[in-house]
T-cell receptor
Framework: DTEVTQTPKHLVMGMTNKKSLKCEQHMGHRAMYWYKQKAKKPPELMFVYSYEKLSINESVPSRFSPECPNSSLLNLHLHALQPEDSALYLC?????????????FGDGTRLSIL | AQKVTQAQTEISVVEKEDVTLDCVYETRDTTYYLFWYKQPPSGELVFLIRRNSFDEQNEISGRYSWNFQKSTSSFNFTITASQVVDSAVYFCAPLRPGSARQLTFGSGTQLTVLP
């Protein structure tokens, strides 16, 4: 079991739907991350939150909207997604945002867009 | 620009064999960090090791060992006496330079250990 919990594990949605991915950690980490991973590809960074504030947005389309309501929770709101957005979405956390901070990952949410 | 190359896309070995996964990186930074992560079929990425550029000592952790050589810009990972549970994708991940300094994963090596 990982210490970063992601829900749901699987999600199938239509292009007009609105859904949210949830990530939770109780390790006291103050940096949280969203990654997107296509099949047989490495993870790609999407967003970084540091102390509940958005620190990095890797030019992600606005149909992905992150939210960090508190230090333990990270959400990714989805709206009007495209079929190419089908992927594994991974959440991670680290004690701080810094160059020597190993990240702890969740199991991911497998998202399929119909 | 920072770049990492994992030239081995897929490797298959038989259980109990030793296997080395290669990682070659390019960087203009004098101070940098390198990571290895494991991704089993279940999907989560598992942190294995962090190495900074000032520490060139090789490291051993059980059946895992890492050989960091700045002279050849390599950070190779060896599994001794491989087991079926070692089957996974292994990513080498140097830290991206600049103010963001975030992980940039290599393309990964799919390791399959056959019984």
């Amino acid at each position: 079991d990982t210490e970063v919990t992601q829900t749901p594990k699987h999600l199938v949605m239509g292009m007009t739907n609105k859904k949210s991915l949830k990530c939770e950690q109780h390790m006291g980490h103050r940096a949280m991350y969203w990654y997107k991973q296509k099949a047989k590809k490495p993870p790609e960074l999407m967003f970084v939150y540091s102390y509940e504030k958005l620190s990095i947005n890797e030019s992600v389309p606005s149909r992905f909207s992150p939210e960090c309501p508190n230090s333990s929770l990270l959400n990714l709101h989805l709206h009007a997604l495209q079929p190419e957005d089908s992927a594994l979405y991974l959440c991670a956390s680290s004690p701080r945002q810094g160059p020597n901070q190993p990240q702890h990952f969740g199991d991911g949410t497998r998202l399929s867009i119909l | 620009a920072q770049k990492v190359t994992q030239a081995q896309t897929e490797i298959s070995v038989v259980e109990k064999e030793d296997v080395t996964l290669d990682c070659v990186y390019e960087t203009r930074d004098t101070t940098y960090y390198l990571f290895w992560y494991k991704q089993p079929p279940s999907g989560e990425l598992v942190f294995l090791i962090r190495r900074n550029s000032f520490d060139e000592q090789n490291e051993i952790s059980g059946r895992y060992s890492w050989n960091f050589q700045k002279s050849t810009s390599s950070f190779n990972f060896t599994i001794t006496a491989s087991q079926v549970v070692d089957s996974a994708v292994y990513f080498c991940a140097p830290l991206r330079p600049g103010s963001a300094r975030q992980l940039t994963f290599g393309s990964g090596t799919q390791l399959t250990v056959l019984p």
